[in-house]
């Protein structure tokens, strides 16, 4: 018997919810058949079998997420032995502690040393959760322990990530916003007296460990007539990243309008001949992510990341990927146009069709979503004047880009209705100043009024 | 500040005390005619003369025995042994009687003794000419033994060990003799027994002495670069005394620690280093101790195995990587390589 585990299908996944079984209990399974599909933070993505067997019992039904490594169905690959003593399994991807061939003859982190002295003593739920290595005992780190004990905490609802199953602190991060300990206890080496930090698990659940205290999460109720639904993988990952970058990048934001006119026009001749020659139309938002391009190109400062406050760097990106936000069904998603510097208009169209598609069908790739270096958010299609957008990390600006609308406009001594585009970008502070953003939007705006220098 | 190469360093300090203190001589295998196998006392006999930079016969524990002599009768005797393979030859008289003569007789006689010596792999010189076994010495209460890993701790240590009370066994290393860095200018001598942070962080202690620490500020510095890692670096300096107060201390902080070693596993320094974190560091810890280490092998002729023998920085690397897994935090996936931005 074979346990097929959750496999890490991308970077920065941490668990996959099953979307389709494609295999059911019986079926005979062949190496390379899909078995599953499986939605990760990114993407739905086919699974496919590595061994041959049988399908024997599908142990994560639809709809249910897992954590990567733990074991979503039995494959009988007519060895008939029994499945392996499942929970503490390590796994190839989920463990590299195991994985990896070890220089050092390691213990086996599965099956700890000696137990503490102090077993014995109270530990809240320290042997409740049935132990991960059989034996009925919970592992948990030395940190751990010493965290429960002066927090008077509870763990025993705690799954342990660590190598075996082990609890470690990251795993109890949650339970750790002590609200009258000003540090994270994990930090601190004077230990928190729990007489004068009392936990108070209505606030302090689920709150990260360096978290004020707040209000409890809000719950379904009949005064505001509300129910649950359940939060996807994808918006699970947007609010976390999002919330972290509205939180730790001091944002400031330059807004500019163009004249677009001559972009409308342009455009306009353009696809006018393209529809001629049978070939593919062009759109604002292909013209404006070259035009991105090459004001990155001019001003190299503003593709950059900042490396954090101990790394003591800033990363240059000599090459120009730009992300382009996409309003899939499931939620943001953000492809990647790779080198768009070097890419021409009918390229970027093209490109970037193809991967709204894709995104929409929610087939992108890891690859096809990552090293972006700038964004551009697009909410033109909808009428919006204009908007703030948050910075997409590790990235440092990103453009929020209204509706191209004709208004009156002020030429000459007259009035006259010209197309105009207003858009705004968003910075970080940490790395770029607001004169450098002002001039990449000059250098932008001057490409979006002289939109042949956009093309050429 | 003068940036030197650790030979530089070793060379001048030796000369500044020679003329700092007359009490201070020179006795080694080849050091004087030839200006020693790895040229530290270079130009010294032409300076100093016979009577201070004394050539003796292929005779290790004779040298030993008659340094130890000068030294109880108040000379500062700082005598080289040609790699630490051959001090093998002097461990009666070293371990027997300069680390016990202080202690047996009630404090009568102190031997302030320095032996100065390489140890290291990675020339090529076989299985006994590649050996790390200072873990003979600083076994002993009675010794002292310091390891510096860059120029600037080549000078204050050796500065610390001649005008130490105590016989010193002062460690160098083949790999390090041409590596280069800032040198203070001042005469401040290191204390002894003291180990160093060299580099702050977070996420991870990694500790080394000698060459190790010199790759362990290596890969730090290239972890943070590829993955933003935050890793602390100490580098241990001196074995025995051992610091525990700044291990532990910097455990307390990380929660996790890899200990380098380019001695055998078993029984190694890494493994007091250890078990000194586990005594200290129990309960701050998130992931067992991992430890570093040459493998169990007499030390290969062949290029490509000695290489393998001896720890690498992928080794380190792998082992931060696991370490740093084991306490939950994600690093960068090894398979696919792909940049964090």
């Known amino acids: ?456 | 500040m003068t940036i030197m190469t650790y030979r530089q360093a070793l060379h001048d300090t030796l000369r500044a005390e020679m003329l700092r203190d007359d009490n201070v001589f020179l006795m080694g295998e080849e050091i004087g005619v030839f200006e020693g196998s790895y040229k530290i006392t270079a130009g010294l006999l032409k300076e100093f003369g016979e009577k201070r930079v004394r050539d003796t016969p292929i005779a290790e524990e004779g040298f030993a025995g008659a340094a130890i002599g000068a030294a109880m009768l108040g000379l500062r005797p700082v005598i080289e042994m040609m790699t630490i393979n051959f001090s093998m030859l002097a461990l009666d008289q070293i371990i027997n009687h300069a680390a016990k003569i202080y202690g047996m007789f009630g404090g009568q006689a102190s031997v302030p003794l320095v032996i100065r010596t390489p140890g290291g792999g990675g020339q090529q010189l076989g299985a006994t000419h590649s050996q790390n076994i200072e873990l003979f010495y600083a076994f002993v209460p009675g010794m002292k033994v310091v390891a510096p890993s860059n120029p600037a701790d080549a000078k204050a240590l050796l500065l610390a060990a001649i005008r130490d009370d105590d016989p010193v066994l002062f460690l160098e290393n083949l790999a390090l003799y041409n590596t280069k860095g800032e040198v203070p200018d001042d005469d401040t001598p290191a204390e002894i027994g003291r180990a160093a942070v060299t580099r702050p962080g977070r996420d991870l202690t990694l500790i080394g002495y000698s060459r190790m620490a010199h790759v362990a500020a290596e890969v730090a510095a290239s972890l943070a670069e590829t993955d933003g890692l935050d890793i602390e670096v100490v580098d241990l300096r001196s074995l025995r005394p051992l610091d525990r107060e700044t291990i532990v201390a910097s455990v307390r902080k990380t929660h996790a620690a890899v200990v380098l070693e380019d001695d055998w596993l078993t029984y190694g320094i890494g493994a007091e280093v250890a078990a000194s974190i586990s005594d200290g560091a129990f309960d701050y810890l998130d992931a067992p101790v991992r430890r570093v280490a040459m493998a169990e092998v007499p030390m290969p002729y062949s290029k490509t195995l000695e290489t393998a023998a001896l720890p690498s920085r992928d080794d380190v690397t792998a082992a931060i990587r696991q370490t740093l897994a084991a306490v939950g935090h994600r690093t960068a996936p090894l398979a696919l390589g792909v940049p964090q931005s």
């Open chain 1, 1 to 456: 018997m074979i346990e097929i585990k959750m496999p890490r299908l991308s970077d920065t996944m941490e668990e996959g919810a099953i979307s389709t079984w494609r295999k059911q209990p019986g079926d005979k399974v062949a190496v390379g058949d899909v078995l599953v599909e499986i939605e990760t933070d990114k993407a739905v993505m086919e699974y496919e079998a590595y061994q041959a067997g049988t399908l024997a019992e599908i142990l994560i039904p639809e709809g249910r997420n897992a954590d990567i490594g733990a074991p979503i169905a039995l494959l009988d690959d007519g060895a008939g032995s029994p499945a392996p003593a499942a929970p503490a399994a390590p796994t190839k991807t989920a463990d590299p502690e195991r994985s990896r061939p070890a220089l050092v003859p390691d213990t086996d982190p599965a099956t700890p040393s000696p137990a503490p002295a102090g077993s014995a003593s109270p530990q809240p739920g320290a042997s409740a959760n049935g132990g991960a290595n059989g034996s009925g005992r919970q592992i948990a780190s030395p940190l751990v322990r010493k965290l429960v004990r002066e927090n008077h905490l509870d763990v025993s609802q705690v799954t342990g990530t660590g190598p075996g199953g082990r609890i470690i602190r990251a795993d109890i991060a949650g339970l750790l916003a002590a609200p009258a300990s000003p540090q994270p206890p994990a930090d601190a080496a004077a230990p928190v007296d729990p007489q004068t930090a009392p936990v108070d698990p209505q606030t302090a659940a689920g709150l990260p460990a360096a978290a004020p205290a707040v209000a409890a999460p809000p719950v379904a109720d009949d005064v505001r007539g509300s129910r649950e639904a359940p939060v996807s993988q994808v918006r699970r990952v947007i609010a976390r990243r999002l919330a972290a970058s509205a939180r730790d990048i001091p944002h400031f934001y330059v807004t500019a309008v163009a004249d677009a006119q001559a972009l409308m026009d342009l455009r306009a001749t353009l696809n006018a001949q393209l529809a001629e020659a049978g070939r593919a139309k062009i759109s604002v938002n292909d013209l404006l992510i070259r035009a991105c391009a090459l004001a990155l190109r001019a001003h190299p400062d503003v593709n950059v990341s900042y490396g954090g406050d101990d790394s003591g760097v800033v990363l240059i990106h000599d090459r120009i990927n730009v992300g382009v936000a996409v309003a899939a069904e499931s939620g943001l998603i953000v492809p990647v146009i790779r080198d768009a510097d070097a890419k021409t208009v009918t390229q970027l169209g093209a490109e970037s069709r193809q991967l709204v598609a894709l995104a929409a069908e929610r087939k992108l790739t890891p690859a096809q979503t990552s090293g972006g270096t700038f964004t551009i958010s697009n909410l033109g299609m909808f009428g919006v004047e204009h908007f703030t957008a948050i910075i997409n990390p590790p990235e440092s600006a990103i453009l929020a880009v209204g509706a191209t609308a004709r208004e009156p406009a002020v030429v000459g001594d007259s009035l006259e209705p010209r197309y105009r585009l207003r858009y705004t970008l968003s910075v970080d502070h940490r790395v770029i100043d607001g004169a450098l953003a002002a001039k990449f939007l000059q250098t932008l705006t001057s490409l979006v009024e002289h939109p042949w220098m956009i093309i050429a």
